[in-house]
């Protein structure tokens, strides 16, 4: 496994590096500039020159990339230029928002999708089938900010029973029972797409090991379709399974923007709206740089348990 680590872990640091020369270079492209939103659109040159000088963007870009990879290199993430305030403290609070929504859509999705995935293989209704197929595509269809908007004119307007909008005013674990509400009609709007493309993956994954030669063996023994799909089928599908879960906390996490500005969630795609839409610099950087470890992370993490739960992976690597 220590082999397999050492042989991925180069490739994950190359990725971070050539995003940070990309995210670096393309907002410099983007039009408009921070100076002019802090001095106004009616400053003079003289007083943009000013702001330029005092926000360092006066320094050749290759100084200014270096000063700030730099910084990232020692964890000085450095002031918001529009925003205000530390860009760590702002992550932060952020952060916990965004990981409680993504948790809660994971939950439900990878509840949804066991459930549904095993009954359907277990109880062979076309029936059953056929509802779990049109399920599937209509959520994997279906856009997030329609999802969000239905729920909350159904849960928030013509049915007022679940908040819309907003955080637990007293935090996640004060009132777990008012936190689940605020939590639910988000979640689920995140949660369905992932479900859809979860559900989708582990059918086929079971019917593949169903026709297994293990499989027909047990079966030719006497042991209950149940227990082959719950004891035998399922623990074997769940390694490539887990492929298809590290893409979907991904999707999950850059779903997380829409469904933030749908619910006034106050995460990590909202303060990233704000940023972008202020030319905030130092803010945008850091949340892209960000969602790109978080998305590189995430494979390689799901790689270490693919690995884990697959030998012949790790000792392919360790080749």
Known sequence: MVNYLIRRFPSALLVLFLASILVFSVLRLVPGSPEETLAGADASPEQLTAVRADLGLDRPLVVQYLSWLGDLLTFDLGKSYIV????????????????????????????????????????????????????????????????????????????????????????????????????????????VPAGAALTRFLVEALHTELRQPYIVTAQALGVGRRRLVLAHALPNALPSALT????????????????????????????????????????????????????????????????????????????
Do not use: C, K, M
């Not at 056929?130 to 279906?142: D, G, H, Q, W």
């Open 84 to 191: 205000g305030g530390s860009i760590a403290e702002l992550i932060a609070y952020g952060a916990q928002n965004t990981v409680a929504l993504a948790l809660a859509a994971l939950l439900l999705a990878v509840v949804f999708a066991v459930t549904v995935s095993a009954a359907s293989v277990i109880y062979r209704s076309r029936v059953l089938d056929a509802v779990v197929t049109v399920s599937n595509s209509a959520a994997a269809a279906l856009p997030i900010f329609i999802t969000g908007t239905l729920l909350v004119l159904l849960f928030g307007i013509a049915w007022p029973i679940l908040p819309s909008g907003g955080t637990p005013p007293d935090g996640f674990f004060t009132r777990p029972d008012i936190a689940a509400q605020y939590l639910l009609l988000p979640a689920l709007t995140l949660a």
């Open 244 to 319: 298809v879960l590290g893409i979907t906390v991904g999707g999950l996490l850059g779903g997380a923007v829409l469904v933030e500005s749908i619910f006034v969630w106050p995460g990590l795609g909202l303060l990233a709206e704000e940023a972008i839409n202020s030319r905030d610099y130092p803010l945008v950087q850091v949340l892209l740089i960000l969602s790109v470890a978080v998305f590189v992370v995430l494979q390689l993490l799901t790689d270490i348990a693919h690995a884990w739960l697959d030998p012949r992976i790790r000792l392919g690597g360790a080749a």
